[in-house]
């Protein structure tokens, strides 16, 4: 680490001098920051020390003043413990050193200088509903001039129409996180190459200090741009195991569609930046911007929310179909029976069998049952949780009004069916339905045709029906990350 060196960005300049970085602040004025005088480029430094020694206290050691022969100062230094290359996460990742356990000590250190964040009014404004979309439609105008040059313009509107879907319905989801001091002061810019592993922990650099505003954002989005570079360094899996260690150590059980959204948004922004760097000549930055429009809208893909309805006669299967496909998700599964016999004070194991259209089953209490599974459906939709809805949904006027709600969500209708239907109606004990044969076969008289749902086979195992009404959701092809809550890695 002896040898002398010079690091060079639009904004600075760093000399490497022994065990010491000094970094020199260019006397510009870029628009987003301010450096064209000397007291400008002194605060400016102090800032950055303060900021950044919430993170790394021993690799900021304090400002010097760069003075003249008359002793008066003409310009000022940072002073930085001069780090280790070789052990820059984003080399170690791409040289293939394990980082689990440094991973998982970021993780930790992120989520700890989180919890003793500044927190507040202003610093919430910055992560409303509004406030988010306002920097996605910012970033928007921004790339519109290079559709077709730099990124893909079919692309990029998927892009802009994805986000906007998912922000449109979700303004209760940014309102509770607000609520819950999910907002902090935090760092703003996290990427894998200002991030050295050392052998006493991670020292974390460089935090976003020219403006404020940007450094206040949600924690998880905060985390989240470091999930994102890591998957731009082909390591998705540690992106993803280190969000789950983040997560666990705020305690933050966010929905996986506001994860996605939070790393789509981190990679769209990285793609404006290349695009920007391709105007201003840089010839291969096209390609770094469809690198990152791809993880962007992949993402957004992965992290819709969904309405999905598992219907179908009784002794169908919709039931273990939607617990299994569920449990497969990470969705919420409301069912008609359960909700029907809440609503009536009965027990989900006690029967209230009655004849067709009789008892807790006539038009009545049907349109109550459903008007109260939407209802539910609804309000889970806002905080940014996929759901299940397991009914027969033999009413197409009920099927109208799912599809009514899944106006900012993507809407999969299934229909079970097998020629087992009867066999297990006679065979089966327990359960909350209390459909017979008799029921079924009255049922099947007055369904409405449902054309635009996707028929299931449920006649083999559970599994394979799963993987039918996947292929439905998701169609072969499309592309694949983690769906449900992400899953801690051993250890």
């Given at each position: 680490?002896?040898?002398?060196?010079?690091?060079?960005?639009?904004?600075?300049?760093?000399?490497?001098?022994?065990?010491r970085?000094?970094?020199?602040?260019?006397?510009?004025?870029?628009?987003?920051?301010?450096?064209?005088?000397r007291?400008?480029?002194?605060?400016?430094?102090?800032?950055?020390?303060?900021?950044?020694?919430?993170f790394?206290?021993?690799?900021?050691?304090?400002?010097?003043?760069?003075?003249?022969?008359?002793?008066?100062?003409?310009?000022?230094?940072?002073?930085?413990?001069r780090?280790?290359?070789e052990?820059?996460?984003?080399?170690?990742?791409?040289?293939?050193?394990?980082?689990?356990?440094?991973?998982?000590?970021?993780?930790?250190?992120?989520a700890?200088?989180?919890?003793?964040?500044?927190?507040?009014?202003?610093?919430?404004?910055?992560?409303?509903?509004?406030?988010?979309?306002?920097?996605?439609?910012?970033?928007?105008?921004?790339v519109?001039?290079?559709?077709?040059?730099a990124?893909?313009?079919?692309?990029?509107t998927?892009?802009?129409?994805?986000?906007?879907?998912?922000?449109?319905?979700?303004?209760?989801?940014?309102?509770a996180?607000?609520?819950?001091?999910?907002?902090?002061?935090?760092?703003?810019?996290?990427?894998?190459?200002?991030?050295?592993?050392?052998?006493?922990?991670?020292?974390?650099?460089?935090?976003?200090?020219?403006?404020?505003?940007?450094?206040?954002?949600?924690?998880?989005?905060d985390?989240?741009?470091?999930?994102?570079?890591?998957?731009?360094l082909?390591?998705?899996?540690?992106?993803?195991h280190?969000?789950?260690?983040?997560?666990?150590?705020?305690?933050?059980?966010?929905?996986?569609?506001?994860?996605?959204?939070?790393?789509?948004?981190?990679?769209?922004?990285?793609?404006?930046?290349?695009c920007?760097?391709?105007?201003?000549?840089?010839?291969?930055?096209?390609a770094?911007?469809?690198?990152?429009?791809?993880?962007?809208?992949?993402?957004?893909?992965?992290?819709?929310?969904?309405?999905?309805?598992?219907?179908?006669?009784?002794?169908?299967?919709?039931?273990?179909?939607?617990?299994?496909?569920?449990?497969?998700?990470?969705?919420?599964?409301?069912?008609?029976?359960?909700?029907?016999?809440?609503?009536?004070d009965?027990?989900?194991?006690?029967?209230?069998?009655?004849?067709?259209?009789a008892?807790?089953?006539?038009?009545f209490?049907?349109?109550?049952?459903?008007?109260?599974?939407?209802?539910?459906?609804t309000r889970?939709?806002?905080?940014?949780?996929?759901?299940?809805?397991?009914?027969?949904?033999?009413?197409?006027?009920?099927?109208?009004?799912?599809?009514?709600?899944?106006?900012?969500?993507?809407?999969?209708?299934?229909n079970?069916?097998?020629?087992?239907?009867?066999?297990?109606l006679?065979?089966?004990?327990?359960?909350?339905?209390?459909?017979?044969?008799?029921?079924?076969?009255?049922?099947?008289?007055?369904?409405?045709?449902?054309?635009?749902?996707?028929?299931?086979?449920?006649?083999?195992?559970?599994?394979?029906?799963?993987?039918?009404?996947?292929?439905?959701?998701?169609?072969?092809?499309?592309a694949?990350?983690?769906?449900?809550?992400?899953?801690l890695?051993?250890?």
């Amino acid at each position: 680490m002896s040898a002398a060196g010079v690091a060079e960005t639009h904004a600075g300049v760093v000399f490497f001098v022994g065990d010491r970085a000094f970094k020199l602040k260019k006397p510009v004025n870029l628009g987003f920051l301010d450096f064209s005088t000397r007291e400008r480029r002194e605060r400016a430094c102090h800032r950055e020390v303060e900021l950044n020694r919430r993170f790394s206290p021993d690799v900021y050691l304090g400002v010097a003043d760069v003075t003249l022969a008359s002793g008066l100062p003409c310009d000022h230094l940072v002073i930085m413990r001069r780090m280790p290359a070789e052990r820059r996460l984003s080399h170690l990742v791409e040289t293939g050193v394990p980082v689990d356990d440094a991973l998982r000590a970021i993780a930790r250190l992120l989520a700890r200088v989180h919890a003793s964040a500044p927190r507040g009014e202003q610093i919430s404004a910055e992560a409303t509903r509004d406030a988010v979309r306002r920097r996605w439609t910012d970033g928007f105008d921004q790339v519109r001039p290079f559709h077709g040059r730099a990124i893909d313009a079919q692309e990029a509107t998927e892009i802009e129409r994805r986000a906007l879907r998912f922000l449109d319905g979700r303004e209760r989801l940014f309102d509770a996180r607000i609520r819950e001091g999910r907002v902090v002061d935090g760092h703003g810019d996290l990427m894998a190459d200002d991030i050295f592993c050392l052998d006493d922990g991670p020292r974390v650099l460089d935090c976003l200090d020219f403006d404020d505003h940007l450094r206040w954002l949600d924690g998880l989005d905060d985390a989240s741009f470091l999930c994102m570079d890591l998957e731009r360094l082909n390591a998705p899996r540690l992106g993803e195991h280190f969000l789950s260690w983040y997560s666990e150590y705020a305690d933050d059980p966010a929905p996986p569609s506001l994860r996605h959204h939070y790393i789509a948004y981190r990679a769209f922004v990285r793609a404006k930046v290349s695009c920007l760097r391709w105007g201003q000549g840089e010839a291969g930055a096209a390609a770094t911007a469809g690198r990152y429009a791809e993880i962007a809208l992949r993402h957004l893909n992965a992290g819709a929310v969904r309405v999905i309805l598992v219907g179908g006669l009784p002794g169908t299967g919709k039931s273990a179909l939607s617990e299994a496909l569920g449990d497969r998700l990470g969705c919420t599964v409301l069912g008609s029976d359960r909700i029907r016999k809440e609503l009536a004070d009965i027990s989900p194991d006690v029967s209230a069998a009655a004849a067709f259209g009789a008892g807790i089953y006539t038009a009545f209490w049907n349109r109550r049952t459903y008007a109260e599974l939407l209802r539910r459906a609804t309000r889970l939709l806002s905080y940014g949780e996929s759901v299940i809805l397991d009914a027969s949904w033999t009413s197409a006027e009920f099927r109208a009004e799912a599809a009514a709600l899944a106006e900012h969500a993507d809407l999969t209708a299934l229909n079970c069916h097998t020629h087992l239907a009867e066999e297990r109606l006679l065979t089966r004990t327990g359960g909350v339905s209390d459909a017979d044969p008799a029921i079924a076969a009255r049922m099947a008289e007055t369904a409405a045709p449902w054309p635009d749902a996707v028929p299931i086979d449920t006649s083999g195992p559970v599994e394979k029906s799963v993987d039918l009404a996947l292929c439905a959701i998701r169609p072969p092809g499309a592309a694949h990350v983690w769906h449900r809550r992400p899953q801690l890695a051993p250890g």
